[in-house]
């Protein structure tokens, strides 16, 4: 079976700082998907980025950036200058077909943003 | 409105007691699932459907079951709610190989 590990329960920032969130996953398929979602205190689940495994170029959306590193089977997520409204749970996550239909999820980091 | 619902949002019930939790979605997608979140433990699929009359288990279906009649749906059922049962429920569906979640169901269970 896949397994996503996040090692980080929870992290804490003052506003401002960059901030890494890192996961490490375990999974027997060549090709793969990986997942971050993200879960605000409102409780919703939000998708942030899906990335295939053959694509290891780093990812950049904003103060977002991901770190998809197959050799140490890692896909890190940092928050670049980070703000209050950035507090929430998030989640790495790891299909356990090829399709993606089904998710594995790690345990989550929940990260503060204090100002 | 488009996009994936559930009733209730919340729900108060006793051990013992029988109570479903309704997923609806409005894309036709072929996968629905239905998972718990639980402090420490992340989210864990109970069960999932890869079209109408198929289903089957997850990580954790004891004490669940699920049917799935029609695409849209996928109603969970809890037979004999126990209070280990208490948790936030997330339905989602999923298209190609990204899914998309409900706004959660909060079950206490006393």
């Known amino acids: 079976a896949q397994k996503v590990t996040q090692a980080q329960t929870e992290i804490s920032v003052v506003e401002k700082e960059d901030v890494t969130l890192d996961c490490v996953y375990e999974?027997?398929?060549?090709?793969?998907?990986l997942f971050w979602y993200k879960q605000p205190p409102s409780g919703e689940l939000v998708f942030l980025i899906r990335?295939?495994?053959?694509?290891?170029q780093n990812e950049i959306s904003g103060r977002y950036s991901w770190n998809f590193q197959k050799s140490t089977s890692s896909f890190n997520f940092t928050i670049t200058a980070s703000q209050v409204v950035d507090s929430a749970v998030y989640f790495c996550a790891l299909p356990e077909d090829n399709a993606g239909n089904m998710l594995t999820f790690g345990g989550g980091t929940r990260l503060m943003v204090k100002p | 409105d488009a996009g994936i619902t559930q009733s209730p949002r919340y729900k108060i019930t006793e051990t013992g007691r029988q109570v479903t939790l309704m997923c609806h979605q409005t894309?036709?997608?072929?996968?629905m699932f239905w998972y718990r979140q639980d402090l420490g433990h992340g989210l864990r699929l109970i069960y999932y459907?890869?079209?109408?009359?198929?289903?089957d288990k997850g990580e954790v279906p004891d004490g669940y079951v699920v049917s799935r009649s029609k695409t849209e749906n996928f109603p969970l059922t809890l037979e004999s709610a126990t209070r280990s049962q208490t948790s936030v429920y997330f339905c989602?569906?999923?298209?190609?190989?990204?899914?998309?979640f409900g706004p959660g169901t909060r079950l206490t269970v006393l």
């Open positions: 990335r295939n495994s053959f694509d290891e």
């Open positions: 894309w036709s997608h072929s996968y």
């Open positions: 999974t027997r398929d060549t090709t793969y998907y």
């Open positions: 459907s890869a079209a109408a009359d198929i289903t």
């Open positions: 989602a569906s999923s298209l190609d190989d990204e899914q998309f």
